[in-house]
């Protein structure tokens, strides 16, 4: 016997459209930058007419800040989960370091380098990007706040750690654009690291002299 294949709902398709939109988006933004991305591109990369996105958003401005938010989002889901995972089983101050480094050279810098310099000049973009943002830096926080609480230092300080970290990983990744060269973001990470380990002092304690291990 033929198992029917089953139907989808109208909530189905519509968070299937939804998706590919989001996707499209970014893709756009990511290949050819915000003043080049068109609703008509857009619609073209996701596989649909414009009637059909006209019917989830009506601007440009509510596409692009819906896939910006979901995009994060995403980011965030990943570093809850990594917060949580670091508070559950410890870890070292260099692990921290590299997942930065990771999930913000994985285009997430490249398309907020695009989208950026707009909200300089258009207050609504900026007003709906606000909260997204807030949100994105919510999920860092967690990180360094489990960090803080595993090695008994203030969370206010690990907050600034890791503000100095982003600045430091944003410039770095933004010399990537002109520069290819891999051993020397390499010897700027590994000079980072040594700094957040010395800001950290009870972390190496720990890892150097576990407590089953003392006389």
């Known amino acids: 016997m033929v198992e029917k294949k089953k139907t989808r ?3 189905e398709r519509s968070a299937e459209t ?29 596989g649909l007419s414009r009637g059909a996105m006209t019917h989830h958003f009506s601007s ?34 260099d692990e921290i370091v590299d997942y930065i480094w990771q999930f913000m050279s994985d285009r997430l810098f490249y398309v907020t380098m695009e989208y950026l310099p707009e909200t300089r ?22 990180i360094w706040s489990a960090l803080a609480r595993k090695r008994g230092v203030p969370e206010d300080h690990a907050r600034i750690v890791m503000n100095a970290t982003m600045c430091i990983v944003r410039g770095m990744i933004a010399q990537t654009i002109l520069r290819d060269d891999q051993e020397y973001y390499a010897q700027m990470l590994a000079f980072w690291k040594d700094e957040v380990r010395r800001l950290f002092p009870a972390a190496e304690k720990a890892s150097l002299n576990p407590p089953d291990s003392e006389a």
Do not use: C
């Not at 989002?73 to 670091?86: G, I, P, R, S, T």
């Not at 207050?123 to 999920?139: E, N, Q, S, Y």
């Open 18 to 46: 939804l998706a590919r939109i989001r996707k499209a988006t970014i893709d756009v933004m990511y290949e050819k930058g915000l003043s080049r991305t068109s609703t008509v591109e857009i619609a073209a990369v996701a």
């Open 60 to 93: 440009k401005e509510e596409i692009l800040t819906d896939a910006i938010a979901s995009m994060l989002e995403e980011v965030n889901q990943k570093l809850f989960a990594f917060a949580e995972d670091y508070a559950e089983r410890g870890g070292t101050t």
């Open 9 to 11: 709902t109208q909530g």
């Open 121 to 142: 000049h258009n207050a609504d973009f900026k007003d709906r990007l606000i909260p997204v943002v807030r949100r994105f830096h919510a999920g860092l926080d967690a």
